[in-house]
């Protein structure tokens, strides 16, 4: 019995050195497995250039270093999610996501991509 008692202790001071460790390895084991349902949390910050910069999220066409010269204060871009999936899944640049994801938008919108002119068949161009 006594040896049961002793590994109990050394077991729970074990855990308290390491809790630290323990606590962020079950929170990437809790993450992983609401992404795998389709669960996303909600982002707690609102973000900034700076981490957009850092995520790879700018190019010679969409510069996002004159936002930090500038003293920017508004949070970053948005929908950054987004374009982060697209340059991952199908491996393109940053500016080639950008244009991957408007395209899908107009074409919700039910808009011709390539013109940007409507797709409606009662549409009038003069």
């Excluded at 202790?9 to 074990?14: E, G, Y």
């Excluded at 929170?27 to 850092?54: C, M, Q, V």
């Excluded at 999220?57 to 987004?82: H, I, V, Y």
């Amino acid at each position: 019995m006594l040896i049961y008692l002793v590994l109990l202790l050394l077991l729970i001071s074990i855990c308290y050195v390491f809790r630290n460790q323990i606590r962020e390895a079950w929170s990437t084991i809790a993450d992983k497995t609401n992404r795998l349902f389709g669960y996303h949390l909600l982002p707690t910050n609102a973000g900034s250039f700076e981490s957009d910069i850092e995520d790879g999220l700018t190019s010679s066409q969409f510069d996002l270093t004159t936002n930090l010269d500038e003293e920017d204060s508004r949070a970053g871009l948005k929908d950054k999610e987004e374009i982060l999936r697209i340059m991952k899944r199908q491996n393109v640049s940053f500016d080639e996501a950008r244009l991957i994801r408007q395209q899908k938008i107009l074409k919700k919108n039910n808009i011709d991509p390539i013109t940007g002119l409507p797709l409606d068949p009662k549409f009038v161009q003069f």
